[in-house]
């Protein structure tokens, strides 16, 4: 069973920057595709940015510019740093891991941003 653990979320000023961590479980980072997403109240869960096993990167329109998803394979871990953050960055930010068949998410980390 993978276990994914997101931290570094918290309260930011508009304009400022945070860096998102998942830890993953085991070798996984290196081979799955590892993704974050977000939700914000009332709406629907969307992706952020996603990393594949090759390292090629896709990023929402949104945050294009502005996000950058990174990975460690020695540490298992995939990073997220956002700058420039503005109120509709607000959201719960959701680790995910997934290949064929098979997804996992983390239990999220909540990111709000203060205009």
């Known amino acids: 069973q993978v276990q994914l653990v997101e931290s570094g979320g918290g309260l930011v000023q508009a304009g400022g920057s945070l860096r998102l961590s998942c830890a993953a479980s085991?070798?996984?980072?290196?081979?799955?595709?590892m993704g974050w997403y977000r939700q914000a109240p009332g709406k629907q869960r969307e992706l952020v940015a996603r990393?594949?096993?090759?390292?090629?990167?896709n990023y929402s329109d949104s945050v294009k510019g502005r996000f950058t998803i990174s990975r460690d394979n020695a540490k298992n871990t995939v990073y997220l740093q956002m700058n420039s953050l503005s109120p509709e960055d607000t959201a719960v930010y959701y680790c995910?891991?997934?290949?064929?068949?098979?997804?996992?998410w983390g239990r999220g980390t909540q990111v709000t941003v203060s205009s």
């Open positions: 085991g070798s996984i980072v290196s081979i799955y595709v």
């Open positions: 990393i594949t096993s090759g390292g090629s990167t």
């Open positions: 995910n891991a997934n290949k064929p068949g098979l997804w996992y």
